[in-house]
């Protein structure tokens, strides 16, 4: 996801860096951001100048100091875990101006409990973008229990400029998106490990019979099964639902290290 908005946010115009504390995985985000570049010009979205604007606009460190040094802006989209978002935002907020808007993309984990210990908590919000970022219209606008008025304008304002449709949601498990995502496809999962049909069929029943773009099973995929698992994890135990725990059918997929697209197999098999 990080390389995604990364890139968005370049395109836009701004002056972008790209951090991560592994070298290797901040060159395999270039790489990718080069691939849409280089296919949006293939399909006539983009020109060959808009793509070398955007390249020239991004840079790519593995110093935190460095990467959000004079920034307006910092987004995280590091994994969903509760203790590595509050350190890593902890750690910025020591650092950049007061003003600066802190975000996290996280797609269920609390925005409250998230600010909890860091410097200006008023800053905080989420910004719930969706994969793949250069496509997908949707960024939700998660109010925490500490966030202020201005730092959710001011995320609505920074969405719709990087040409996205913001909603704003309040700070509740799950949020809007994900708590029916995930209902939606650990429903799935539960009928394709009673037989009720293939993984092909299940996903073809929303793509055709509710217009979804993507199924849920081929969605989880593209997502993670280790990240779905992870969220299922976190409703299950946050709303005590039935619906959200997690299937058995996902728990040894995860535990097989059938992950999804990123491990080449998942629900369906993947081949670059």
């Known amino acids: ?29 270039m790489e990718k951001v080069r691939a849409n570049l280089e296919g949006g010009v293939a399909r006539g979205k983009l020109t060959e100048d808009e793509k070398g604007y955007a390249l020239a606009r ?48 996280t797609s269920s984990l609390s925005i409250t409990e998230i600010a909890d210990g860091v410097e200006g908590p008023e800053r905080v919000i989420g910004m719930h973008f969706f994969n793949p970022v250069h496509i997908m219209k949707l960024v939700e606008v998660v109010v925490g229990g500490w966030t202020s008025r201005d730092t959710v304008e001011r995320a609505r304002t920074l969405a719709v400029e ?11 498990p799950g949020f809007a998106s994900s708590r029916l995502g995930v209902a939606l496809g650990l429903e799935a999962m539960r009928m394709l490990q009673e037989g009720v049909a293939t993984a092909e069929d299940i996903d073809a029943a929303m793509e055709l019979g509710y217009r979804h773009p993507m199924g849920p099973l081929k969605l989880t995929d593209l997502v993670g099964l280790d990240v779905r698992l992870e969220i299922a994890r976190y409703l299950h135990r946050e709303l005590g639902a039935e619906h959200f725990r997690p299937p058995a059918i996902l728990e040894q997929k995860v535990e097989e290290g059938k992950l999804g697209k990123k491990s080449g197999e998942g629900f369906y098999i993947w081949n670059d």
């Open 1 to 29: 996801m990080g390389h995604g908005i990364a890139q968005v946010s370049a395109m836009t115009g701004w002056e972008t860096r790209l951090f991560d504390v592994d070298e290797q995985a901040l060159g395999a985000g």
């Open 58 to 105: 991004l840079s790519v460190t593995t110093d935190l100091a460095a990467a959000v040094e004079g920034v307006d802006v910092v987004i995280e989209a590091v994994p969903e875990k509760l203790a590595l978002k509050q350190d890593l935002l902890g750690r910025v907020a020591g650092v950049v101006d007061p003003s600066t808007l802190l975000a996290s993309n």
């Open 162 to 172: 990087m040409g996205k449709t913001p909603i704003v949601v309040k700070d509740s």
